[in-house]
C-alpha cells in the first residue's frame, strides 16, 4: 500500500521535475527572442558602417583619443583638412595615406609620406590588407580597425 | 561607470539553483524509500557557486553574454543530480580528512573552474598575450603532449593521464584550447593572405600553401601524436576544430573540401593499420556480435536507452548496477548521457540537448559580435570545439557514429574536463565584454 503511494509520489514528482526542466528551456528561449529583436536596433545604431577607427593613442588630441571614426569607403588621412579623416600631428604628412575597402577587405596604402605607415607596428611599402583589430599608425597617432 | 545589473542572468539561475535540490529530492526518495531529501550541503555549494560567479561578474562590471553562464549552470546542474545517484565509490577524493563521494569531489572541480573561469573573465582586458605569443603557445602545447607521451599512464588503452601525486591531469584537455588558441591567432594573421592568393591545380583553387605551412606542420605533429596516443576521439574533436576555423576565416567551401577528402583519406589509412579503429569500427555496425565481450558496453547502452523510452524510469528508478556491477561501464563519464536518457527518457535528454543548443549559439553569437578577427575567431573555435565534443560523444552514446571516449562537457564526470570547459566559458565571455565595451583605451572610472 505505502509502495503505491510512493510509485504515485516518484511519478509526480518526476513528471513535476521535467516539467520545471522545460520551463527553464523555454526562459532560456524567451531571452533568445527578446535578445534578437533588440539586435536588430543594436545593429542599425551602431555598425551600420563597413568599418570604423578607433583612435587609441593621439598626443595633438585631433583626433581625440578614445573616439571612433566611421570610415566610409574611400578614405584618405593627413594633416591637410581636406583629407577624410584630418590628423593634427606634426609627424604626419599633408596627404598621408589612404584607406580603402575594396571588395571583403580594407586595405591601406602610403601616399608617399615622411614618416612613413605602420600596420601592427610594421613599415609599409605597398598597398597591404588590413584585417579588423589591425592596428594602423600614423606619425604618433595610433588607430585600430574595427568592425 | 555604470553597473551593468545582469537581470536575465539572475532570472535565468533562480530556478535552475532549485532545479538541482528537486533532482536531488526525487533521487533520494526513490532510493531509499523514505521521505529524506537528498544531499542539501551539494544542493547549497552548487548555488553558492553560480550565485557567487553571477555576483562577481557584476562587482567587476562584465557586461559579457548573460545566457552562456545560466546555459552552462543548467548543464552542469542535470549532470551533478545524475553524478549524485550513481554509486559514489566509482570516483573520489578526501579532502582535508573529509571523504567527498563522486558529486562531492566533482562539486569541488566545478568550484576550481568556475574561479578559473571568472579570473580569466574578469582579468583577462587585453588578448594581447594570447595572440602575440601564439609560437609560445604552440610549444607549451607541444611540451604537454611530449610530457603525456613520456610520463603518461594508459587507461583502457588510450595513453591520456600524468600522475602529479595528489591529482591525476589530462593535459590533452588543456591542449585542445592552446590548440584553438594558436589557430585563431595565425588565422587573424594570414587570414587576408589566404583567401586572397589562389593556387589553381585543375579546377580546384588549392590553398597558397607557403602561408598554411606553420599551421599544417603543428596539426600533423599533434595529430600524429595524439593518433599515437590512441586517443581517437580528441584526434577528430581537433580536426573538426580545425576545419571550422579554417572555414569561419577563409570562407572557402573548397578547403572544408579538401579536409574532408584527407579525413576520408586518414580514416581508412587508421582502419588499415591499427586495429582498435578497426575493432571501434566492427563494434559500431554491430554491437550484438559479440555482447558480453567488446560490445559490452555499446548493447547495454542500448538497452539502457531503450528502457529510459519517452519519458525515462524517473531519477533513481534506472538500472544502473546489477548485483553490485554497473550495468554500463563508465557511465559516469563517457556514458552519463545514455544514464540521463534512461532516468530522464528522451524528453529529459532533450532538454539537455537544449541546453547545450543554447549554449552554441550564443558562443557563436559571441563570435559574430567579436571586435576582431582574433576574438572572433576564438570564440568560434573554442564554441566549436565544445559543440563537437558533445555531438561525438552523443554520438557514440547512441550508435549514431563508432565509439570514442571523450567526456561530455560541463555533464561528465572528471577534472580536467571540467576545468578545461570552464576555461573556455571565461575566455567567451571575456570577448563577449570586450565587444560591448569597446575599446581598451576607454577611460574605465
Request: charged residues 15%; hydrophobic residues 55%.
Given at each position: 500500500?505505502?509502495?503505491?503511494?510512493?510509485?504515485?509520489?516518484?511519478?509526480?514528482?518526476?513528471?513535476?521535475?521535467?516539467?520545471?526542466?522545460?520551463?527553464?528551456?523555454?526562459?532560456?528561449?524567451?531571452?533568445?527572442?527578446?535578445?534578437?529583436?533588440?539586435?536588430?536596433?543594436?545593429?542599425?545604431?551602431?555598425?551600420?558602417?563597413?568599418?570604423?577607427?578607433?583612435?587609441?593613442?593621439?598626443?595633438?588630441?585631433?583626433?581625440?583619443?578614445?573616439?571612433?571614426?566611421?570610415?566610409?569607403?574611400?578614405?584618405?588621412?593627413?594633416?591637410?583638412?581636406?583629407?577624410?579623416?584630418?590628423?593634427?600631428?606634426?609627424?604626419?604628412?599633408?596627404?598621408?595615406?589612404?584607406?580603402?575597402?575594396?571588395?571583403?577587405?580594407?586595405?591601406?596604402?602610403?601616399?608617399?609620406?615622411?614618416?612613413?605607415?605602420?600596420?601592427?607596428?610594421?613599415?609599409?611599402?605597398?598597398?597591404?590588407?588590413?584585417?579588423?583589430?589591425?592596428?594602423?599608425?600614423?606619425?604618433?597617432?595610433?588607430?585600430?580597425?574595427?568592425? | 561607470?555604470?553597473?551593468?545589473?545582469?537581470?536575465?542572468?539572475?532570472?535565468?539561475?533562480?530556478?535552475?539553483?532549485?532545479?538541482?535540490?528537486?533532482?536531488?529530492?526525487?533521487?533520494?526518495?526513490?532510493?531509499?524509500?523514505?521521505?529524506?531529501?537528498?544531499?542539501?550541503?551539494?544542493?547549497?555549494?552548487?548555488?553558492?557557486?553560480?550565485?557567487?560567479?553571477?555576483?562577481?561578474?557584476?562587482?567587476?562590471?562584465?557586461?559579457?553574454?548573460?545566457?552562456?553562464?545560466?546555459?552552462?549552470?543548467?548543464?552542469?546542474?542535470?549532470?551533478?543530480?545524475?553524478?549524485?545517484?550513481?554509486?559514489?565509490?566509482?570516483?573520489?577524493?578526501?579532502?582535508?580528512?573529509?571523504?567527498?563521494?563522486?558529486?562531492?569531489?566533482?562539486?569541488?572541480?566545478?568550484?576550481?573552474?568556475?574561479?578559473?573561469?571568472?579570473?580569466?573573465?574578469?582579468?583577462?582586458?587585453?588578448?594581447?598575450?594570447?595572440?602575440?605569443?601564439?609560437?609560445?603557445?604552440?610549444?607549451?602545447?607541444?611540451?604537454?603532449?611530449?610530457?603525456?607521451?613520456?610520463?603518461?599512464?594508459?587507461?583502457?588503452?588510450?595513453?591520456?593521464?600524468?600522475?602529479?601525486?595528489?591529482?591525476?591531469?589530462?593535459?590533452?584537455?588543456?591542449?585542445?584550447?592552446?590548440?584553438?588558441?594558436?589557430?585563431?591567432?595565425?588565422?587573424?594573421?594570414?587570414?587576408?593572405?589566404?583567401?586572397?592568393?589562389?593556387?589553381?591545380?585543375?579546377?580546384?583553387?588549392?590553398?597558397?600553401?607557403?602561408?598554411?605551412?606553420?599551421?599544417?606542420?603543428?596539426?600533423?605533429?599533434?595529430?600524429?601524436?595524439?593518433?599515437?596516443?590512441?586517443?581517437?576521439?580528441?584526434?577528430?574533436?581537433?580536426?573538426?576544430?580545425?576545419?571550422?576555423?579554417?572555414?569561419?576565416?577563409?570562407?572557402?567551401?573548397?578547403?572544408?573540401?579538401?579536409?574532408?577528402?584527407?579525413?576520408?583519406?586518414?580514416?581508412?589509412?587508421?582502419?588499415?593499420?591499427?586495429?582498435?579503429?578497426?575493432?571501434?569500427?566492427?563494434?559500431?555496425?554491430?554491437?550484438?556480435?559479440?555482447?558480453?565481450?567488446?560490445?559490452?558496453q555499446p548493447v547495454r547502452a542500448l538497452y539502457a536507452l531503450g528502457r529510459g523510452g519517452l519519458f525515462g524510469e524517473g531519477l533513481g528508478q534506472g538500472l544502473v548496477t546489477l548485483g553490485g556491477n554497473l550495468t554500463i561501464p563508465y557511465v559516469h563519464t563517457d556514458f552519463i548521457f545514455t544514464a540521463i536518457a534512461e532516468e530522464l527518457g528522451l524528453v529529459g535528454a532533450f532538454a539537455l540537448l537544449g541546453f547545450a543548443a543554447v549554449?552554441?549559439?550564443?558562443?557563436?553569437?559571441?563570435?559574430?559580435?567579436?571586435?576582431?578577427?582574433?576574438?572572433?575567431?576564438?570564440?568560434?573555435?573554442?564554441?566549436?570545439?565544445?559543440?563537437?565534443?558533445?555531438?561525438?560523444?552523443?554520438?557514440?552514446?547512441?550508435?549514431?557514429?563508432?565509439?570514442?571516449?571523450?567526456?561530455?562537457?560541463?555533464?561528465?564526470?572528471?577534472?580536467?574536463?571540467?576545468?578545461?570547459?570552464?576555461?573556455?566559458?571565461?575566455?567567451?565571455?571575456?570577448?563577449?565584454?570586450?565587444?560591448?565595451?569597446?575599446?581598451?583605451?576607454?577611460?574605465?572610472?
Amino acid at each position: 500500500m505505502t509502495g503505491d503511494i510512493l510509485r504515485i509520489l516518484l511519478l509526480v514528482l518526476q513528471l513535476g521535475f521535467v516539467a520545471l526542466l522545460y520551463l527553464v528551456l523555454m526562459r532560456f528561449a524567451g531571452s533568445l527572442l527578446k535578445d534578437l529583436r533588440n539586435a536588430e536596433e543594436v545593429q542599425i545604431a551602431s555598425r551600420s558602417g563597413i568599418g570604423r577607427l578607433s583612435v587609441l593613442e593621439s598626443p595633438a588630441d585631433e583626433p581625440p583619443a578614445g573616439t571612433t571614426i566611421a570610415l566610409g569607403p574611400i578614405n584618405s588621412i593627413g594633416r591637410n583638412v581636406n583629407n577624410t579623416i584630418y590628423v593634427e600631428d606634426d609627424f604626419v604628412s599633408t596627404n598621408h595615406a589612404m584607406l580603402t575597402f575594396r571588395g571583403r577587405s580594407w586595405f591601406v596604402e602610403d601616399q608617399g609620406s615622411t614618416n612613413g605607415t605602420y600596420v601592427n607596428g610594421h613599415r609599409i611599402d605597398r598597398p597591404v590588407a588590413l584585417s579588423f583589430g589591425d592596428e594602423l599608425t600614423i606619425g604618433r597617432v595610433r588607430m585600430r580597425l574595427d568592425r | 561607470m555604470r553597473i551593468a545589473w545582469r537581470g536575465a542572468e539572475l532570472r535565468l539561475l533562480l530556478p535552475i539553483l532549485v532545479l538541482v535540490p528537486f533532482g536531488f529530492a526525487i533521487t533520494n526518495i526513490a532510493l531509499t524509500g523514505t521521505l529524506e531529501v537528498g544531499p542539501l550541503h551539494l544542493a547549497i555549494g552548487y548555488a553558492v557557486m553560480l550565485l557567487g560567479a553571477h555576483l562577481v561578474l557584476v562587482a567587476f562590471g562584465n557586461r559579457g553574454d548573460q545566457l552562456i553562464l545560466p546555459a552552462v549552470g543548467a548543464m552542469g546542474g542535470i549532470g551533478l543530480i545524475m553524478l549524485n545517484r550513481l554509486p559514489q565509490d566509482l570516483a573520489g577524493t578526501s579532502a582535508l580528512g573529509i571523504e567527498l563521494g563522486m558529486a562531492g569531489t566533482q562539486l569541488l572541480w566545478f568550484g576550481v573552474g568556475v574561479i578559473s573561469m571568472l579570473v580569466i573573465a574578469v582579468g583577462l582586458r587585453d588578448d594581447g598575450i594570447l595572440r602575440h605569443y601564439k609560437y609560445t603557445w604552440a610549444a607549451v602545447g607541444i611540451l604537454l603532449l611530449a610530457a603525456t607521451f613520456i610520463f603518461g599512464y594508459e587507461v583502457n588503452g588510450a595513453r591520456l593521464w600524468i600522475d602529479l601525486g595528489a591529482v591525476s591531469v589530462q593535459p590533452g584537455e588543456i591542449l585542445k584550447i592552446v590548440l584553438v588558441v594558436f589557430i585563431a591567432a595565425y588565422l587573424a594573421e594570414t587570414r587576408t593572405l589566404l583567401t586572397s592568393a589562389r593556387v589553381r591545380i585543375g579546377f580546384l583553387s588549392v590553398p597558397p600553401l607557403p602561408y598554411f605551412l606553420p599551421m599544417l606542420a603543428l596539426f600533423a605533429v599533434v595529430m600524429l601524436i595524439v593518433v599515437r596516443l590512441n586517443d581517437l576521439g580528441t584526434a577528430l574533436l581537433f580536426f573538426g576544430t580545425f576545419l571550422t576555423m579554417l572555414f569561419v576565416a577563409t570562407g572557402r567551401r573548397s578547403y572544408v573540401l579538401i579536409g574532408l577528402i584527407l579525413f576520408v583519406v586518414g580514416f581508412f589509412v587508421a582502419h588499415r593499420l591499427f586495429g582498435h579503429v578497426q575493432l571501434r569500427v566492427d563494434v559500431w555496425l554491430d554491437p550484438f556480435a559479440d555482447p558480453l565481450g567488446a560490445g559490452f558496453q555499446p548493447v547495454r547502452a542500448l538497452y539502457a536507452l531503450g528502457r529510459g523510452g519517452l519519458f525515462g524510469e524517473g531519477l533513481g528508478q534506472g538500472l544502473v548496477t546489477l548485483g553490485g556491477n554497473l550495468t554500463i561501464p563508465y557511465v559516469h563519464t563517457d556514458f552519463i548521457f545514455t544514464a540521463i536518457a534512461e532516468e530522464l527518457g528522451l524528453v529529459g535528454a532533450f532538454a539537455l540537448l537544449g541546453f547545450a543548443a543554447v549554449f552554441v549559439f550564443r558562443g557563436l553569437r559571441v563570435a559574430a559580435l567579436a571586435r576582431d578577427d582574433f576574438s572572433g575567431l576564438l570564440a568560434v573555435g573554442l564554441t566549436a570545439s565544445l559543440a563537437l565534443q558533445a555531438l561525438i560523444i552523443i554520438g557514440g552514446n547512441t550508435k549514431l557514429i563508432p565509439l570514442t571516449g571523450i567526456t561530455l562537457p560541463f555533464v561528465s564526470y572528471g577534472g580536467s574536463s571540467i576545468l578545461a570547459s570552464f576555461i573556455m566559458v571565461g575566455l567567451l565571455l571575456s570577448i563577449s565584454h570586450r565587444s560591448i565595451v569597446g575599446t581598451d583605451a576607454e577611460p574605465d572610472a
